[in-house]
């Protein structure tokens, strides 16, 4: 069964002219519906949260290494809004889709890590998926969630990148993990199934028609993964 109402966050605010609502998941979904109150919640099929600045750090346990560009010290109102959106969302089991920040709140949320500074997550990138395929997608994000804290059941790596891009991982313990080798895939897209929630890294919403074969196998990790059902 096709899914109708995607929600957003009110702090997906017009930017420059630019304001995503539902964007590139129009494919899926008929309509969206600004989420001003979190009651709102019980009108909406699934809810998206999009990029932006920085989460609180506290929210996956840690202090900020450079404040205020790793995160801030105190959560801010998106912070919380989104926090408590989640919550709820989990609560009625509502598939939660997330975008760049919106993906580092959810693997957050599930109890995973943020690599608080990465490089060379600033373009276009071949990226690897779990169902062996090879597509390229948009990045455009300093921090990497790092879910790999998590029981392997807890998630799902459903797509990283396919070669290491980043010459520096920070806090330390993450440089001296990775640093330039295999010893972890930088994720792209996780899959949470404890909170049905599908964790997108890179930015679907800015494709051009050489990353449109992303938001195409995107779609079907939606369909299969958080509805069950066949693309």
């Not at 679907?204 to 939606?222: A, K, R, T, V």
Request: charged letters at 20%.
């Amino acid at each position: 069964m096709k899914p109708l109402v995607l929600g957003y966050s009110p702090f997906d605010a017009p930017t420059n002219g630019r304001h995503y609502g539902i964007g590139p998941f129009d494919e899926l979904f008929d309509k969206g519906v600004n989420l001003i109150s979190a009651k709102d919640l019980s009108n909406v099929d699934a809810v998206v949260l999009w990029g932006g600045s920085d989460i609180c750090t506290a929210f996956y346990g840690e202090e900020p290494i450079r404040y205020p560009s790793s995160g801030p010290v105190y959560p801010t109102d998106r912070d919380l809004f989104e926090w408590q959106l989640l919550k709820l969302a989990k609560a009625e089991n509502k598939p939660v889709i997330g975008v760049c920040r919106g993906a580092q709140l959810i693997c957050s949320f599930a109890g995973g890590h943020l690599v608080q500074h990465v490089t060379g997550h600033q373009s276009a990138h071949t990226i690897e998926t779990h169902d062996g395929k090879e597509i390229m997608c948009s990045s455009a994000h300093h921090q990497m969630m790092y879910p790999y804290n998590l029981q392997p059941e807890e998630y799902k790596l459903l797509a990283w990148s396919k070669n290491p891009l980043s010459d520096a991982y920070l806090p330390d313990r993450y440089y001296t993990h990775n640093l330039k080798s295999k010893v972890f895939k930088e994720p792209e897209v996780v899959y949470f199934p404890n909170i049905n929630a599908m964790a997108i890294q890179c930015h679907p919403e800015w494709h051009n028609s050489s990353c449109l074969d992303f938001n195409s196998w995107m779609f079907d990790q939606i369909l299969s993964h958080q509805y069950s059902c066949e693309a």
